[in-house]
């Protein structure tokens, strides 16, 4: 039988870097392609419940034919999941997202929140970024972005795990490896925007966030792609923490006990 992969992101279906991943699909299986009909970066795993989504057919890329969803990335994910307008994907692919999601970042990524919600319903995923906003350089990164999705459709992944793949800002021929690599922390380049008080201009606060060079961050997403490597972190849908559940155990949790205290 033919692979169903399905191809989304978050910066919608109009973006260079889907174009791209697309290209790096071909002939691996049949692709369907459902995405936003707009950017909807850091929608994490947001879905629309409130009304009804509309997909309209798009043209996008270098004559790729796929469906422009008004919705956010996860709804494109489950549009598909459902088998309303596809065949039910085999595999979720997601990006190519045009700025890095690492660290604590992948909590906020719509990139990756696609990748989530297919892993949440038992189906392999990827998610791809690349580190610069504009990388003119991305039509050299087929080869590599082929190569990750063949060895997951070859090996396979563990049941709700996903491998989000991040690239460094630079030519294929100076890139030095492909390294896995541990989650790293808070990003360097949070800020947030005020509006300015009586009427001037907006202000930009940056959080303070220094990477040192040595301890935790060592071999992080951030450690690795600041070499010139890809970064491939697996992460899994799973957020307990079985130590803290142990733990709980311990505590005062008896609610006869808690209602006598009223």
């Not at 991943?21 to 691996?28: F, Q, S, Y």
């Not at 899994?236 to 006990?257: H, K, V």
Request: with cysteine.
């Amino acid at each position: 039988m033919t692979l169903q992969i399905l191809l989304t992101n978050d910066d919608g279906i109009d973006a260079p870097g889907i174009a791209v991943l697309r290209r790096a699909l071909d002939g691996l299986g049949e692709v369907t392609t459902i995405a936003p009909d707009r950017n909807t970066s850091a929608a994490a795993r947001g879905i629309t419940i409130h009304r009804a989504l509309s997909l309209e057919p798009r043209t996008f890329g270098d004559g790729f034919d796929g469906l422009a969803c008004d919705g956010m990335p996860s709804d494109c994910v489950r549009i598909a999941l459902l088998g309303l307008r596809c065949a039910v994907p085999d595999l979720v692919v997601s990006g190519v997202n045009a700025g890095g999601n690492m660290g604590a970042d992948v909590t906020y990524s719509g990139t990756v929140g696609a990748a989530f919600e297919a892993a949440l319903r038992g189906h392999p995923a990827l998610a791809f970024s690349v580190e610069a906003l504009e990388p003119g350089w991305l039509d050299e990164a087929v080869p590599i972005l082929s190569a990750m999705v063949a060895h997951v459709v070859e090996r396979g992944l563990p049941r709700h795990s996903i491998l989000n793949v991040n690239l460094p800002d630079r030519p294929l021929a100076t890139v030095t490896g492909i390294h896995p690599a541990r989650l790293g922390g808070a990003s360097a380049y949070d800020y947030v925007t005020l509006a300015g008080a009586g009427g001037a201009g907006p202000s930009e606060h940056y959080l303070p966030c220094e990477h040192p060079a040595s301890g935790e961050w060592v071999d992080t997403d951030f450690d690795v792609v600041a070499s010139g490597a890809v970064a491939v972190t697996p992460l899994r849908y799973d957020l307990l923490d079985p130590g803290l559940l142990s733990d709980l155990a311990g505590w005062d949790l008896d609610l006869e006990r808690l209602r006598a205290r009223l």
